[in-house]
């Protein structure tokens, strides 16, 4: 990886990480999905890179909310769009 993908990746996941050590322990616990919102979006990153990361992390941000069902929703696999097969 260059450089300077490693460190725009950096930047990031060092906020998660701070949030996950910082901020979070101070909150109630309100992420209905497993792994919780902050591990996804950082597996997301790791995974995807930051574009298609962040976006993956804004989705299920939005997704966790008190009308959802939540549940286990890991990162591998997910898709930002749904193609229709074409005929």
């Known amino acids: ?6 460190i725009a990746r950096s930047l990031p996941l060092g906020v998660i990480a701070v949030y996950r050590r ?23 990153i790791r995974e995807f890179g930051i574009l ?3 976006i993956l992390g804004g989705w299920r941000l939005l997704r966790c909310n008190p009308w959802s069902h939540g549940g286990f929703d890991p ?3 997910q898709q930002l769009f749904h193609h229709r097969a074409t005929s």
């Not at 990886?1 to 490693?6: D, E, L, S, V």
């Not at 979070?24 to 996804?40: D, G």
């Open 1 to 6: 990886m260059r450089a300077a993908a490693r």
């Open 22 to 44: 910082l901020i979070s322990p101070a909150l109630p616990r309100r992420c209905k999905y497993e792994p919780t919102c902050s591990a996804y979006t950082a597996q997301a």
């Open 52 to 54: 298609r990361g962040l």
């Open 75 to 77: 990162v591998g696999g």
